[in-house]
């Protein structure tokens, strides 16, 4: 199975590595990590909070495009 790396609270697994089914686990991961951030999503749109978790939701959601991608260009 594909090993996850964490670093800094970030999340940045070697799609370029992973065979279909760990792509499509990590696929997974990755939305259940968005599921949890819109659940804490802070109140104040104004804040440094609020803009350090909407580049963090970015960054996630740029990830599941990117797993998305490389499952559609491998495995068709």
Do not use: K, T
Not at 20 to 40: G, H, K, N, T, Y
């Amino acid at each position: 199975m594909a090993e996850f790396l964490e670093f800094d609270g970030g999340f940045a697994p070697d799609i370029e590595a992973m065979d279909r089914e760990e792509l499509q686990a990590c696929l997974q991961e990755v939305r259940e990590r968005i599921a949890d951030l819109d659940e804490r999503e802070p109140a104040d749109m104004n804040s440094e909070e609020y803009e350090a978790w909407g580049e963090r939701h970015e960054e996630l959601e740029d990830l599941a495009d990117e797993i998305m991608d490389r499952l559609e260009e491998s495995f068709g």
